[in-house]
RNA sequence: GCCCUGGUAGUCCAACUGGCAGUAGACAAUGGUCUCAAACACCAUACAGUGUGGGUUCGAAUCCCACCCAGGGCACCA
């Protein structure tokens, strides 16, 4: 049988196997010569000779994956392949591309596969980073050779610790709306221009004293606070890794809310500028969108109701409402509570509002620990029915003075504004469902429209009931000039002030993991943190057998995480000279969060070899300058998934510009352009019982599916392999080659669409792939068949047409069209008796870019020394792409009849006549008289009767 | 509930600022060539009026309104 089959497919056909020896050879070529990589403007990865050196620059990016254990599937690489793709288009076409891929390997991912083999997280991943960079050579990646790390490296991580050290010696001066070196702070108490928070004199203060005032000040700060605590990870969590069910966003272990001892970074310093700053750079809306709704920036007043235990001060977005705030809610955790609540009940209060105890304390005590039981899921299941209970306290509502009972309910956040509100049910929804299960008064301020017949009238319209006693008055004001007008009162009376509130709150920045960069901080014998100088960089992980985290059950929630470098005795208690001769010191226990490493990394591309800074001022200044004037500068493509929309993008644009205040890098963006890909997903079977079976093993029969002749159910979805659907591209590079792997994926469809993996299409790009082989060589002698006579005016049309369109289709990274118009010259050439070399050569320097194997072998069998990496990508000659005639189509009343041939310059009267003249369209008309003509010039022609 | 995206042949997708819906492309289907036969390869053929309803226009997949469906984000955020 294989005789047979070695007779019948011919010896020099391009098939899977010939593939796989062009794609080895030409790997191990691009290996050696490595003709990907990009010249510095200085420096040791300076090559002023490079063949694109004086070219434009262009910074191409991907996010960088975590190496897993389980290697890569067809998903993957998609983004991977269109940068590759792109930049080794636009590097043919005179840019001096960068391209480089490095590892995120520090984090989680690792950790957790590491704890679950017992393996060291070093070793796991060193072995799968080679993993990783086995299978992308496999795919022909062209990437920078000089520029690739991973974030657990030392030379790496030191530059994160130093990023960290410099965001630790800044505070944030909102008069200036930056970031400063922490010692003008201290400068500026020293000399008395900025007074100490408190009050007090600087001069008078002890030295930790002092420490603790500019401690307060920096960007990095340890605090005291509710923060997110993940008992199954066995470590406390930012916002941005919680679910809005209050879920880990890693394992999906259940969230709960403990106050605990942690660092945090000042990034709600920065919320203005990063919600504003997204105007200078091009992303797709959405993301922008999200990352605005992260930060959740609202606009209105604080306002103070004066109680017996001071004023309370409360947000609120309707200051115009305030004539109808009927009563108070803090958060059960306000810090007043406790002050505010009375030895015993005022007269008269209702048994509902008491919910039965006999002093306030006891209610309040006993609310407080049903609140704090309940998870975040329990609260928002309940969030239809309001629950609280009356402190004892009355507060003055500072509009008109009316007394107004003050209520603690877990409907109020103790985390976002004041954590108190001004509760006003005429015109609050919540409020409206308070006041009705508490019998509390309704004062509607907003006239309602005519036939309103619902609670709490949220919209606008003209304000009602709202006279001071003193006569002030917003009666028949809208809502907006209601809103100007009493926060103009509220100012002048000194109990309010217009604000601006946000959603985003300080990331919480410590980890009680292992597998993180440790911090760059020591205590001291006062148990004070101390900055290490740059010269300890980088403090590396001790080395240790039991790395794992102390975790928990994950729905044990009164326990509190353990650091394992707190184990590490050795390494915690160290003596060093900070400057003040040798003392005693206590190291830091925390690590960093995974999303520390990725928040730089562009960074390090530029100038990866440098070991004294971060990079070179001047390569910096290069790499990041902004594609277009007036954007904010940054990586000119970067190329990743969506759900990194807050998270990564976020963290990594706050470091960015805490980095551009200090004079680090000189754009304010680091991404000026963000793409997404799509996702690829995959269909995946279940038996009868639920259980999945092998996907590649089912058979569709009759529009059902069966395998082993059983019925089973087909569901889409994620590639994984429990659902027994994994496609690797380890085996589309066995069956079909790298080439047609890339060809596919690329022709699929849009890149930022999601679409289903379908392996029997993918021979689709193979034919193609084959038809151009078949145009240069001889598939049975492997002979190249090319000839040097010149081609025919329309294949030479053809091809500049195509020229044109491939490069805009590229430019816009739209590869599933240009793909097309390859294919569709590629065809064209197929039907020629002779193929002419002057058509197929540019034909190969196009496909070069999807199929850079093949286009290299063909390229060299058309006789030319040297790879493609930087030979001229093809430019259209203006010459064949002047149109001579255009077939305008002539419709009447809308319906085509028929087609008429005109030159090109023809006038819109000539077009006119033209079309007139038809027999079809006079049949058309009937002899009626066209009561109106259009001629689109270059389109067509509407006649209407 | 609010905010984004997106709905085009059996499937994945084209159609530039409204202008001939497919000589954009691919898969699958059907018929054929090659073969003793099959696979590979090659050639050919069909197949939708653009989620639904309305509107603007000489003309709508494209613009506007309402609704339906799918995906994503946020959600007691004051």
């Known amino acids: ?74 998903g993957h690489p998609l983004g991977y392949v269109a940068t590759d793709c792109y930049a080794r288009y636009k590097r043919m076409a005179g840019y001096n591309v960068m391209h480089p891929m490095a590892y995120d390997a520090f984090g989680l991912p690792t950790e957790q596969y590491a704890i679950a083999t017992g393996e060291h997280p070093a070793k796991i991943t060193e072995a799968n980073i080679a993993t990783y960079r086995r299978q992308l050579r496999r795919l022909g990646m062209g990437y920078d050779t000089n520029r690739t790390f991973a974030t657990s490296d030392p030379r790496y991580f030191k530059w994160t610790q130093w990023i960290f050290l410099q965001i630790y010696n800044s505070w944030y001066d909102t008069e200036a709306d930056r970031a400063r070196p922490i010692g003008e702070l201290v400068s500026l108490f020293e000399s008395g221009a900025r007074p100490v928070p408190d009050g007090r004199d600087w001069a008078a203060l002890t030295d930790v004293e002092r420490r603790a005032v500019v401690d307060d000040h920096r960007l990095v700060y340890i605090k005291e606070a509710p923060v997110n605590w993940c008992p199954g990870l066995g470590t406390v969590l930012s916002s941005e890794e919680v679910t809005s069910d209050g879920r880990s966003e890693r394992g999906n272990f259940p ?421 997404h890909q799509g996702m690829i997903e995959a269909y995946a079977y279940t038996d009868s019982r639920g259980v999945y079976v092998p996907a590649e093993e089912v058979e569709e029969v009759d529009g059902g599916y069966v395998w082993n002749g059983e019925p089973v159910t087909r569901e889409y979805g994620k590639m994984g392999k429990s659902q027994k659907n994994v496609v690797t591209p380890d085996q589309m590079c066995e069956r079909y080659g790298a080439d047609t792997f890339r060809l596919y994926e690329m022709s699929m469809g849009p890149l930022d669409v999601s679409r289903p993996w379908e392996t029997r299409a993918v021979v689709g790009s193979q034919r193609f792939l084959q038809r151009l082989w078949r145009n240069v060589v001889d598939e049975r002698t492997g002979e190249v068949t090319v000839v040097d006579e010149a081609a025919d005016e329309e294949t030479l049309r053809l091809l500049h047409r195509t020229i044109r369109d491939v490069r805009e289709d590229m430019d816009d990274l739209r590869m599933n069209t240009a793909i097309a118009k390859l294919i569709m010259l590629n065809n064209h050439v197929v039907g020629l008796e002779r193929v002419p070399r002057a058509v197929v050569e540019p034909l190969v320097l196009m496909t070069a870019p999807f199929a850079p194997h093949l286009a290299e072998e063909l390229w060299q069998r058309l006789g030319h020394d040297g790879m493609l990496a930087n030979v001229d990508f093809p430019e259209a000659d203006p010459a064949y792409l002047v149109v001579e005639t255009v077939t305008y189509p002539v419709q009447v009343n809308g319906k085509v009849r028929d087609r008429v041939e005109v030159a090109a310059e023809a006038s819109q009267e000539d077009v006119k006549a033209a079309a007139l003249a038809l027999e079809k369209v006079a049949n058309a008309l009937k002899g009626a008289e066209p009561r109106k003509v259009i001629v689109v010039p270059g389109r067509m022609v509407s006649i209407v009767v």
């Open 255 to 675: 969230v709960f809310t403990r106050t605990m001892r942690q660092w945090m970074m000042r990034i709600t310093a920065y919320a203005d500028r990063l919600a504003d700053d997204l105007d200078l750079v091009d992303w797709p809306e959405s993301t922008k969108q999200m990352q605005r709704n992260w930060i959740g920036r609202s606009t209105g007043a604080h306002v103070d109701f004066a109680t017996d235990a001071g004023p309370v001060r409360v947000f609120t977005t309707r200051p115009d409402t305030l004539f109808g705030a009927t009563y108070m809610v803090l958060a059960p955790e306000h810090e007043l509570v406790d002050r505010l609540t009375p030895q015993s009940w005022p007269a008269d209060v209702p048994e509902v509002w008491t919910g039965g105890y006999a002093t306030p304390a006891e209610a309040v005590a006993a609310y407080r620990a049903e609140a704090k039981f309940k998870s975040d899921v329990e609260r928002q299941a309940d969030a239809k029915e309001k629950t609280g209970v009356f402190t004892g306290a009355y507060a003055v509502n500072p509009a008109n003075g009316e007394s107004v009972p003050v209520f603690i309910a877990d409907y109020v956040l103790v985390g976002y504004g004041t954590g108190a509100i001004m509760a006003v049910p005429g015109q609050d929804e919540r409020d409206w469902a308070f006041a009705e299960a508490f019998s509390l008064p309704v004062i509607r301020t907003v006239e309602p429209p005519e036939g309103f017949d619902g609670g709490a009238y949220t919209g606008d319209g003209s304000a009602i009931n709202s006279t001071a006693p003193d006569g002030f008055s917003l009666n028949g004001m809208a809502v907006t000039e209601a809103k100007e007008a009493m926060i103009a009162r509220l100012t002048a009376q000194g109990s309010g002030e217009g604000t601006v509130t946000y959603r985003l709150r300080d990331w919480l920045f410590s980890r009680q993991r292992y597998w993180g960069e440790p911090f760059p901080i020591v205590y001291d014998e006062a148990g004070m943190p101390v900055p290490l100088p740059e010269s300890m960089l980088p403090v590396e992980l001790p080395d240790m057998d039991d790395f794992s985290p102390k975790t928990f059950a994950p729905d044990a929630a009164d326990t509190a995480p353990e650091s394992p470098l707190s184990r590490a005795v050795d390494w915690i208690d160290v003596e060093l000279d900070l400057g003040d001769g040798v003392r005693k010191y206590r190291r830091e226990t925390n690590t960093m969060p995974n999303w520390a490493g990725s928040s730089w990394y562009e960074l390090r591309y530029i100038d990866p070899q440098e070991d004294d800074r971060i990079a070179d001022p001047v390569n910096e200044r290069y790499w990041m300058a902004p594609a277009r004037p007036g954007g904010g500068g940054g990586v000119d493509l970067y190329v990743g998934g969506q759900e990194h929309a807050v998270l990564h993008l976020l963290y990594d644009r706050f470091w960015h510009k805490v980095l551009y205040d200090l004079g680090h890098v000189s754009s304010v963006e680091p991404f000026g352009k963000l793409f």
């Open 1 to 74: 049988m294989s005789d047979t089959r070695d007779e019948a497919v011919p010896q020099y056909r391009y098939d899977a196997a010939m593939a796989q020896r062009i794609e080895i050879k030409w790997q191990d070529k691009w290996e050696q010569a490595a003709p990907f990589n990009a010249s510095n403007p200085v420096g040791p990865l300076a090559a002023p000779n490079a063949p694109r050196a004086d070219g434009p620059k262009l910074f191409v990016m991907d996010m960088f994956p975590y190496p897993s254990g389980a290697g890569l599937h067809v």
